[in-house]
């Protein structure tokens, strides 16, 4: 059974740092394209970084890129999203996914496995 499970969130000001993990079982994780989402309350999931499952490419949504860095450690079924200068903007609900493609796509009907999310929240 596929498993995917996030960690990491928590409660920290504007202009911190937190790193999100997600550790992944059940398959051969080092053959899946994976991807950050988030979910604010009241708006729709959004795409927030992914990289391929070679690690050689990734791809940032606007509003994070400069910021944040996704990252995967194949040998330890991990992948890794390091937030740097966090915005109160940045709160919401953070899922890792993975990819049904070997193409980093945005929209999340593309990933068939989600984990079960971790909580962001920045304050002002």
Same mark, same amino acid.
């Given at each position: 059974?596929? @498993?995917?499970? +996030?960690? %990491?969130? %928590?409660?920290?000001?504007?202009?911190?740092?937190?790193?999100?993990?997600?550790?992944?079982?059940?398959? /051969?994780?080092?053959?899946?394209?994976?991807?950050?989402?988030?979910?604010?309350?009241?708006? !729709?999931? +959004?795409?927030?970084?992914?990289?391929?499952?070679t690690v050689s490419n990734t791809f940032?949504?606007?509003?994070?890129? %400069?910021?944040?860095?996704?990252?995967?450690?194949?040998?330890? $079924? /991990?992948? =890794?999203?390091?937030? $740097? $200068?966090?915005?109160? !903007?940045?709160?919401? #609900?953070? =899922?890792?996914?993975?990819?049904?493609?070997?193409?980093? =796509?945005?929209?999340?009907?593309?990933?068939?496995?989600?984990? @079960?999310?971790? @909580? #962001? /929240?920045?304050?002002?």
């Amino acid at each position: 059974q596929v @498993q995917l499970v +996030e960690s %990491g969130g %928590g409660l920290v000001q504007a202009g911190g740092s937190l790193r999100l993990s997600c550790a992944a079982s059940g398959h /051969t994780f080092n053959t899946y394209t994976m991807g950050w989402f988030r979910q604010a309350p009241g708006r !729709e999931r +959004e795409f927030v970084a992914g990289i391929s499952w070679t690690v050689s490419n990734t791809f940032y949504a606007d509003s994070v890129k %400069g910021r944040f860095t996704i990252s995967r450690d194949n040998a330890k $079924n /991990t992948l =890794y999203l390091q937030m $740097n $200068n966090l915005k109160p !903007e940045d709160t919401a #609900v953070y =899922y890792c996914a993975r990819s049904m493609t070997d193409t980093i =796509y945005p929209q999340p009907y593309q990933y068939a496995t989600w984990g @079960q999310g971790t @909580q #962001v /929240t920045v304050s002002s």
